[in-house]
């Protein structure tokens, strides 16, 4: 038999809340760690799927992001370190009838599974992918990632690292993501939005979240976490949008050709009609956004985005998966075992 | 000049020539035809390990193995009597495979010069003069003469017409053996139905090799081997891999879950892979993964949701797996690994045979990660052998390692058609929906049944959403443990169920012989037929020793212990090093000797049938 009979589908009541979603373990990341108010939002996202807690399954690999399915009253796996792309593969494809969920990390799904993470976004399967990048090695205890800027001092890079670290949206959309966001976990409220984002799109769901290690690597992305700086340092993608950053919307960036540059909205030599209009929906574009990349520290940088990159429809692998199995039975009618097992060709002895 | 009728026992037949010359499909011709015939058979293809070799040449050389008779044939025979070849390189790279004084049926045409140079053999070398001048008993006709001869008149070109050679050989062995064409020309008219001009040309050319052995007395004697004592039922010949097929199919279909495949191709697995992802209609979902550790990975993921996962392989693969085998083996999910064994470690030998991956199964995880295991011995037996490790993984929610190798997986034999109401669905444990309101019990993941085997909980199923990993759970909860004894308690209790599964199958039979004596051959997986046969040719020879094969080597049968210790020695044949001798060393404190060869190919029957008489006689 090929259906499945264990689901018990269940609608949700409309009644549940964030707290339904959080299990009765003690959360163990360090006072103060960014996946605090990453866990949070995730929780404040769940009522809003519209689905019972059995319905809805977080896989995730190892690090310290990868404890998190340990923290969500739904179905969970903490499987092994690189793999959670897989084995949330295996799943989504033979039940494409659950809410599926990656949570990872910048060296769990960047450098031990990068191959995984790398195929997942090319197939295209409706799985939500949130990568918790906090460029070092928590769980180890603060080794240099794949993230980790060129020159850091970390305890395996004491002269500092010479890797040179990869730019996550860049690679998604190198690997032909159909969904490729960014958001900080110092912005609850624009993290709600990109969470919610990531749920809605149908496909591979890529949201790349700088998250703060507090022990390790405090303060890495604080040129555009702290409030005092974010203005001038962070850009907020919005659909249809002009490209607009810094206190008073006082800068914008405008494409000369291929070429982002800073213009200067004050100076009345620019205005918001002259500015790159943000389109979630060009690829092309989205690729330029990805190596708005620089080291913002340095004066006259380009802002770095956040928000949705690209969010592109196409058919998902589960979906092209399950038209071939009906393609099939259409064709050739559910398989005959007899059939199959006597082949072309038998002889019978009496 | 009378033709002498002689009737045989056994033959072997090797055909052999360039990866053009149809050999393959000659080969399973005459295998269908003998079949049919009501012999007893086994077969076994010896393809170049290059894909496209250059033609002509030694490394090119494709070729076919059958052994028939009208007693019952376990391999497809150590040494041939009738060696067919279509060209010097196949002369050269198989003679060393023919019993001396044997027949060669030669290919003139494929004697040039340039067939010698491509083949290696110096300008001045004769060698079917020195074959003949060997004692080898050397028939030589131009086929590529013949059949243009034969097939001048039916408008196909010259190279249609050369491709159907190999019938016209297929012709003259049919004649030599006296089996009937009809199933041959069947066949032909199905595989041309849409060339009929082609259909029709092959068929002539094999009535016409048929007529040409009768007509040109090429031979001074003519073999007929009679019908073999088969059990009654209806046959179909199968190779390992398509057997596997089958097997997982079978139990997608008998029973109430969906089977997911996650595999990477490798040989000598790709088969596996191959034959189900065209039964999209069988309730089997096959995944091609973007590598090995994925394959595994995904299985995982979709046992987690509810289908069985598989996984198939060959020994590197596997050792990729090992981790998330392990992943598997905390989780307790249902998992079937296939290791399609092949020689040596890293790349090795693909496209050759070994055993050697027995103690990597028994051994190869990290910490204590009990798995249960499982060999197959036969291409037939490879399909009962799947559906009982199917069977294993979801009714004791292990991870279940199944064991072929190359030689089974491309080697051939009749197998008689099971029934499909006598294979038993497999009975999966999935736990119930449950109100998890204030008044419901809290559902225990990890508490587990009188057989230490834990619910299936799938998600989806109301009341049960939980959360699983590779990290050590407490023992009913399944919540994350730090605490000593729980590691310890857990940890006794994966091995503790892995040795209950010893009470869920059956007791172990002698294949051959008492259950005490002299001398006890213990094998297990693809050397069966090949100790089955020196054992009984020992045994017809007078000598005191049985015979058991294993199927279950993780857990062992309950009564291995107590048939072993009936005999004075034991001997295990095995295509490594010893692994199995190790383990029953190990296991039962007895002095067990191996028998080891590690050639890339199956063991001999002759070598090994003469270690067993040395051991009966000292």
């Given at each position: 038999?090929?259906?499945?009979?264990?689901?018990?589908?269940?609608?949700?009541?409309?009644?549940?809340?964030?707290?339904?979603?959080?299990?009765?373990?003690?959360?163990?990341?360090?006072?103060?760690?960014?996946?605090?108010?990453?866990?949070?939002?995730?929780?404040?996202?769940?009522?809003?799927?519209?689905?019972?807690?059995?319905?809805?399954?977080?896989?995730?690999?190892?690090?310290?992001?990868?404890?998190?399915?340990?923290?969500?009253?739904?179905?969970?796996?903490?499987?092994?370190?690189?793999?959670?792309?897989?084995?949330?593969?295996?799943?989504?494809?033979?039940?494409?009838?659950?809410?599926?969920?990656?949570?990872?990390?910048?060296?769990?799904?960047?450098?031990?599974?990068?191959?995984?993470?790398?195929?997942?976004?090319?197939?295209?399967?409706?799985?939500?992918?949130?990568?918790?990048?906090?460029?070092?090695?928590?769980?180890?205890?603060?080794?240099?990632?794949?993230?980790?800027?060129?020159?850091?001092?970390?305890?395996?890079?004491?002269?500092?690292?010479?890797?040179?670290?990869?730019?996550?949206?860049?690679?998604?959309?190198?690997?032909?993501?159909?969904?490729?966001?960014?958001?900080?976990?110092?912005?609850?409220?624009?993290?709600?939005?990109?969470?919610?984002?990531?749920?809605?799109?149908?496909?591979?769901?890529?949201?790349?979240?700088?998250?703060?290690?507090?022990?390790?690597?405090?303060?890495?992305?604080?040129?555009?976490?702290?409030?005092?700086?974010?203005?001038?340092?962070?850009?907020?993608?919005?659909?249809?949008?002009?490209?607009?950053?810094?206190?008073?919307?006082?800068?914008?960036?405008?494409?000369?050709?291929?070429?982002?540059?800073?213009?200067?909205?004050?100076?009345?030599?620019?205005?918001?009609?002259?500015?790159?209009?943000?389109?979630?929906?060009?690829?092309?574009?989205?690729?330029?956004?990805?190596?708005?990349?620089?080291?913002?520290?340095?004066?006259?940088?380009?802002?770095?985005?956040?928000?949705?990159?690209?969010?592109?429809?196409?058919?998902?692998?589960?979906?092209?998966?399950?038209?071939?199995?009906?393609?099939?039975?259409?064709?050739?009618?559910?398989?005959?075992?007899?059939?199959?097992?006597?082949?072309?060709?038998?002889?019978?002895?009496? | 000049?009378?033709?002498?009728?002689?009737?045989k026992k056994e033959v072997t037949i090797r055909f052999a020539?360039?990866?053009?010359?149809?050999i393959q499909?000659?080969g399973?011709?005459f295998t269908?035809?003998t079949?049919?015939?009501?012999n007893d058979l086994s077969t076994f293809p010896d393809y170049p390990a290059?894909?496209?070799?250059?033609?002509?040449?030694v490394?090119?050389v494709s070729g076919f193995q059958i052994h028939f008779g009208s007693k019952a044939i376990h391999t497809p025979g150590d040494m041939c009597d009738v060696l067919v070849v279509?060209?010097?390189a196949a002369l050269k790279a198989n003679l060393k495979f023919l019993k001396s004084g044997g027949i060669i049926i030669?290919?003139?045409?494929?004697?040039?010069?340039?067939?010698?140079?491509?083949?290696?053999?110096?300008?001045?070398?004769?060698?079917?003069?020195?074959a003949?001048?060997s004692g080898y008993i050397?028939?030589?006709?131009?086929?590529?003469?013949?059949?243009?001869?034969?097939?001048?008149?039916?408008?196909?070109?010259?190279?249609?017409?050369?491709?159907?050679?190999?019938?016209?050989?297929?012709?003259?062995?049919?004649?030599?053996f006296?089996?009937?064409?009809?199933?041959?020309?069947?066949?032909?008219?199905?595989?041309?139905?849409?060339?009929?001009?082609?259909?029709?040309?092959?068929?002539?050319?094999?009535?016409?090799?048929?007529?040409?052995?009768?007509?040109?007395?090429?031979?001074?004697?003519?073999y007929?081997v009679?019908?073999a004592?088969?059990?009654?039922?209806?046959?179909?010949n199968?190779t390992g891999n398509?057997?596997?097929?089958?097997?997982?199919?079978?139990?997608?279909?008998?029973?109430?879950?969906?089977?997911?495949?996650?595999?990477?191709?490798?040989t000598p697995?790709?088969?596996?892979?191959?034959?189900?992802?065209?039964?999209?209609?069988?309730?089997?979902?096959?995944?091609?993964?973007?590598?090995?550790?994925?394959?595994?990975?995904?299985?995982?993921?979709?046992?987690?949701?509810?289908?069985?996962?598989?996984?198939?392989?060959s020994g590197?693969?596997?050792?990729?797996?090992?981790?998330?085998?392990?992943?598997?083996?905390?989780?307790?999910?249902?998992?079937?690994?296939?290791?399609v064994q092949r020689a040596g470690p890293?790349?090795g030998l693909p496209t050759k045979t070994e055993q050697s991956d027995l103690m990597?199964?028994?051994?190869?995880?990290?910490?204590?990660?009990?798995?249960?295991?499982?060999s197959a011995s036969s291409p037939a037996d490879c399909?009962?052998?799947?559906?009982?490790?199917?069977?294993?993984?979801?009714?004791?929610?292990?991870?279940?390692?199944?064991l072929t190798d190359g030689y089974i997986a491309n080697g051939a034999e009749p197998?008689?058609?099971?029934?499909?109401?006598?294979?038993?669905?497999?009975?999966?444990?999935?736990?119930?929906?449950?109100?998890?309101?204030?008044?419901?019990?809290?559902?225990?993941?990890?508490?587990?049944?009188?057989?230490?085997?834990?619910?299936?909980?799938?998600?989806?199923?109301?009341?049960?959403?939980?959360?699983?990993?590779?990290?050590?759970?407490?023992?009913?909860?399944?919540?994350?443990?730090?605490?000593?004894?729980?590691?310890?308690?857990?940890?006794?209790?994966?091995?503790?169920?892995?040795?209950?599964?010893?009470?869920?199958?059956?007791?172990?039979?002698m294949d051959e012989g008492?259950?005490?004596g002299k001398l006890l051959v213990v094998g297990w997986g693809s050397t069966y037929g090949t100790i089955k046969s020196a054992v009984s040719e020992a045994r017809e020879d007078g000598m005191d020793v049985s015979f058991l094969h294993l199927r279950?080597l993780?857990?062992?049968?309950?009564?291995?212990?107590?048939?072993?210790?009936?005999f004075?020695k034991i001997l295990v044949p095995e295509i490594n090093r010893g692994q199995l001798s190790r383990i029953l060393?190990?296991?039962?404190?007895?002095?067990v000797e191996g028998f080891n060869r590690v050639q890339g190919v199956p063991l001999m029957v002759a070598e090994l049938k003469e270690k067993i008489i040395q051991m009966c006689k000292s």
């Amino acid at each position: 038999m090929s259906t499945q009979k264990t689901a018990n589908q269940t609608q949700t009541n409309g009644n549940l809340q964030a707290k339904d979603f959080a299990s009765d373990q003690e959360v163990r990341w360090c006072p103060g760690c960014g996946d605090y108010t990453i866990l949070k939002q995730v929780q404040n996202l769940m009522p809003k799927l519209g689905l019972e807690p059995e319905n809805i399954v977080f896989v995730a690999g190892i690090g310290c992001s990868s404890r998190f399915p340990y923290y969500m009253n739904t179905f969970g796996m903490h499987g092994i370190h690189g793999r959670a792309p897989a084995i949330a593969t295996g799943l989504k494809v033979a039940r494409p009838d659950l809410s599926v969920w990656v949570v990872t990390g910048d060296g769990d799904a960047l450098s031990i599974g990068g191959n995984h993470i790398i195929h997942l976004l090319r197939r295209n399967l409706d799985i939500n992918v949130l990568l918790f990048n906090n460029e070092i090695y928590g769980l180890t205890k603060g080794q240099y990632s794949p993230t980790s800027p060129q020159g850091q001092v970390t305890k395996t890079s004491p002269a500092g690292s010479v890797d040179s670290p990869f730019n996550p949206l860049a690679l998604a959309l190198g690997a032909n993501s159909s969904f490729a966001a960014r958001a900080m976990d110092r912005d609850p409220k624009h993290l709600q939005s990109m969470l919610e984002r990531t749920a809605e799109h149908k496909g591979t769901s890529f949201l790349e979240i700088y998250q703060n290690c507090i022990v390790f690597n405090d303060g890495a992305f604080s040129p555009y976490t702290d409030k005092s700086l974010r203005d001038s340092t962070s850009l907020y993608l919005e659909d249809g949008q002009p490209l607009v950053f810094g206190s008073g919307d006082a800068f914008g960036v405008r494409l000369d050709g291929c070429r982002p540059e800073i213009v200067d909205l004050r100076s009345g030599k620019w205005s918001k009609d002259d500015l790159w209009v943000h389109d979630e929906k060009d690829r092309n574009k989205a690729w330029l956004l990805t190596s708005l990349f620089d080291d913002n520290t340095r004066e006259g940088k380009l802002p770095r985005p956040f928000g949705v990159f690209l969010a592109e429809e196409r058919p998902t692998y589960e979906q092209l998966v399950r038209d071939q199995i009906s393609a099939a039975m259409e064709r050739h009618g559910e398989g005959d075992l007899e059939q199959l097992l006597t082949g072309e060709e038998t002889w019978t002895v009496k | 000049m009378s033709i002498i009728e002689k009737q045989k026992k056994e033959v072997t037949i090797r055909f052999a020539g360039d990866s053009g010359d149809g050999i393959q499909l000659t080969g399973s011709q005459f295998t269908s035809t003998t079949a049919l015939s009501g012999n007893d058979l086994s077969t076994f293809p010896d393809y170049p390990a290059e894909i496209r070799a250059p033609a002509g040449t030694v490394a090119g050389v494709s070729g076919f193995q059958i052994h028939f008779g009208s007693k019952a044939i376990h391999t497809p025979g150590d040494m041939c009597d009738v060696l067919v070849v279509m060209n010097a390189a196949a002369l050269k790279a198989n003679l060393k495979f023919l019993k001396s004084g044997g027949i060669i049926i030669a290919n003139t045409d494929g004697f040039g010069k340039k067939d010698l140079s491509l083949a290696k053999y110096a300008p001045e070398d004769t060698p079917i003069q020195d074959a003949k001048n060997s004692g080898y008993i050397v028939i030589e006709i131009d086929v590529t003469k013949m059949t243009r001869e034969s097939l001048k008149d039916t408008g196909l070109t010259l190279k249609e017409i050369d491709r159907s050679k190999n019938m016209f050989v297929l012709g003259v062995l049919y004649w030599l053996f006296s089996r009937p064409k009809d199933s041959t020309i069947q066949f032909l008219n199905r595989k041309f139905a849409k060339k009929p001009g082609i259909a029709e040309a092959n068929i002539k050319a094999l009535n016409d090799g048929f007529t040409y052995a009768i007509a040109t007395e090429l031979f001074s004697e003519r073999y007929s081997v009679d019908a073999a004592p088969i059990e009654p039922g209806t046959y179909r010949n199968i190779t390992g891999n398509d057997a596997i097929v089958l097997g997982i199919a079978a139990v997608a279909k008998r029973s109430e879950f969906p089977v997911f495949l996650g595999s990477y191709p490798i040989t000598p697995a790709s088969e596996i892979l191959q034959g189900l992802s065209g039964l999209k209609n069988y309730g089997v979902t096959t995944f091609q993964a973007e590598d090995e550790i994925a394959a595994v990975a995904s299985a995982i993921g979709a046992s987690f949701g509810g289908s069985l996962g598989i996984t198939t392989s060959s020994g590197p693969g596997v050792a990729l797996k090992s981790e998330a085998i392990g992943l598997a083996t905390m989780l307790e999910l249902p998992l079937v690994i296939v290791n399609v064994q092949r020689a040596g470690p890293s790349t090795g030998l693909p496209t050759k045979t070994e055993q050697s991956d027995l103690m990597q199964a028994f051994y190869g995880r990290a910490g204590e990660a009990p798995v249960a295991i499982l060999s197959a011995s036969s291409p037939a037996d490879c399909f009962d052998v799947t559906y009982e490790a199917c069977r294993i993984a979801v009714e004791h929610m292990i991870p279940v390692m199944l064991l072929t190798d190359g030689y089974i997986a491309n080697g051939a034999e009749p197998w008689k058609l099971p029934k499909i109401p006598e294979l038993k669905p497999v009975d999966p444990r999935f736990e119930k929906a449950r109100d998890n309101g204030q008044d419901g019990e809290p559902f225990l993941p990890y508490k587990r049944d009188e057989n230490l085997v834990r619910p299936w909980a799938v998600p989806g199923t109301k009341g049960l959403a939980h959360r699983i990993g590779g990290l050590e759970k407490d023992h009913e909860t399944g919540n994350i443990s730090y605490d000593p004894d729980n590691h310890q308690k857990m940890t006794e209790m994966r091995e503790m169920k892995r040795d209950m599964i010893a009470n869920f199958i059956p007791d172990q039979q002698m294949d051959e012989g008492n259950e005490t004596g002299k001398l006890l051959v213990v094998g297990w997986g693809s050397t069966y037929g090949t100790i089955k046969s020196a054992v009984s040719e020992a045994r017809e020879d007078g000598m005191d020793v049985s015979f058991l094969h294993l199927r279950y080597l993780n857990p062992f049968p309950k009564n291995l212990g107590s048939l072993l210790s009936g005999f004075g020695k034991i001997l295990v044949p095995e295509i490594n090093r010893g692994q199995l001798s190790r383990i029953l060393r190990e296991r039962f404190l007895l002095p067990v000797e191996g028998f080891n060869r590690v050639q890339g190919v199956p063991l001999m029957v002759a070598e090994l049938k003469e270690k067993i008489i040395q051991m009966c006689k000292s």
